[in-house]
Each structure stands twice: as C-alpha cells, then as structure tokens.
C-alpha cells in the first residue's frame, strides 16, 4: 500500500494562499492604475509654463498679509 505524504487539509492551505495572491495582485494592479490616471499636473508643461524668474518665499506664501 502506498501513504500520502501530504497531510491534511494542505490542499485547502495552498487553494487559500493562491486566492489571496490573486486578490492582492488585483488591489495592487488597481491601485497603480488608480495613480497612473490620476489628473495630475504634467510635469512638462509646468517646466514650460512656471515662473521665469525667481520669486520670494514670502511673495509666494504671503506672509504678513
């Protein structure tokens, strides 16, 4: 007669940690494309279209206004 070398209920183990891989790629998966398409400000139009020349850190914040 031949044994099983697995003991019970490791293949309950393995189905549930495939499962949650998957489940955690997915989140992960949708999360970056959540970020990738976010409307964020491209970076090289404000490269193009910022300010020339330097201003004041008070200027800019407004300190004292």
């Known amino acids: 007669m031949s044994q099983s070398t697995q003991a019970p209920g490791t293949g309950r183990r393995v189905l549930y940690t495939v499962i949650a ?6 989140a992960a998966g949708a999360a970056t494309a959540a970020v990738v398409d976010s409307f964020s400000p491209d970076d090289s139009a404000a490269r193009n279209t910022g300010p020339t020349e330097p201003v004041s850190p008070g200027q800019l914040l407004g ?3």
């Open 21 to 26: 891989l998957v489940v955690g790629l997915g």
């Open 63 to 65: 300190y004292g206004d």
